[in-house]
């Protein structure tokens, strides 16, 4: 495990439904992908810890099984952090650059220093400082101002906070667990390494991660992140809603759900039948799929309006050329592109990580975005350290990886 390429990196995404472990390494094409661990549980709700027990076991649990595939030992992971109580906002910063001639580095880590220095409430911190373009003088839309000549270096960022509470909690289950963490990471960010392709965050995309008990969204436009939001309702909410609607034990309402429900009537032929499982020991009896479907695309389609608010909320919609993106395990149901494209009046694709080396088949589900996106940011993270370290040997590996994240977005 001495160089940077050996390392083998976790990424341990704890949703509200399930906890998943992939495990993977950098290679000089990227990442490859040794194996996968996953378990669901109890022990969350909306992405914040409810149950400490019962998530450290979800977590040993879903690790166990990623080592026992791999015969590795993990004793680090990314994790990854969601949930409503993230909240972020757009900040900038303006400085004249010493000795009037060249950006430098220190000038660089200045401006980004007073552009993350927000006042914030004692129970919120700072989880990333995403840069979205620098200004020199009056030229807009620099990526990297470094070496450029001028007079005045402003920086714009995205500056995204977290619970300090609830990340606390998430901490002390991965440590309870016996993990160390490498870094916490917004999930939704994550998912989007593993999803979108450079031009997508190009010509700007609306990335859905479609989970349980959330829908996290961000936006990009001109390859940065503009907008992040967290809706407190997912998978879970269209569940409960058929296990109601059809007198059904939430579980078998979630395997009738993945395995026949459908987001759109119009797909539904009359005729098509599904069974329905009995209830303590009835016979399982023949039910129309299409009365499946009218319980499940009504709360699908109240979800999809509520992101489309959203969307329109932040000003974006007329810069979205490449559509939405649904990923995350609730993205598999059946209809929930074509109810997309007829909801956001955009073109509508489901996403699974894309570019990666290995066990590409076995992560090839938008259920594993996530936890896939969380072993790319650690690839790429390990790359900037392993180049900083000559400078910083005494910061600690979080803060390293936290100074130096703004580089390479």
Known sequence: MDTAHDQVIAGLDIGSSKVATV?????????????????PTEGMRKGAVVNVDATVKSIRQSVTEAERMTGLNVESVYVGISGPLIKSFNSHAAISVKNEREVTNADFTRVLEIAR?????????????????FIVDDMAGIKDPRGMTGIRLDARVHVVTNDVPGARNLLRCVEKAALGVESLVLAPLASAEAVLTAEEREVGVALMDFGGGTVEMVIFYDGALRHTYVLPLGGGNITSDVAIGLKLPNADAEAL???SGCAMIQKVRRDELVELPGVGGRQPRPLRRQHLSEIVEPRA????????KEILRSGFEDSLGAGVVLTGG????????ELGERV????????GPIGIGGLV??????AYSTAVGLVIYGARAAETVVEQQEETPSAGIINRVKKYLSEFF
């Open 117 to 133: 220095t927000v006042e914030l409430p004692n129970d919120r911190e700072i989880l990333h400082v995403l840069t979205q373009e």
């Open 257 to 259: 759900k993945v395995s």
């Open 361 to 366: 088949e076995v992560v090839n589900s938008p």
């Open 344 to 351: 956001f009046r955009l073109p509508v694709r489901r996403g």
């Open 301 to 308: 389609e109240e979800i999809f309006a509520l992101m489309r």
């Open 23 to 39: 495990l993977g390494r950098k290679t000089p094409d990227g990442v490859e992908i040794l194996g996968v661990g996953e378990c």
């Open 330 to 337: 609730g993205a598999l149901l059946d209809g929930l592109p």
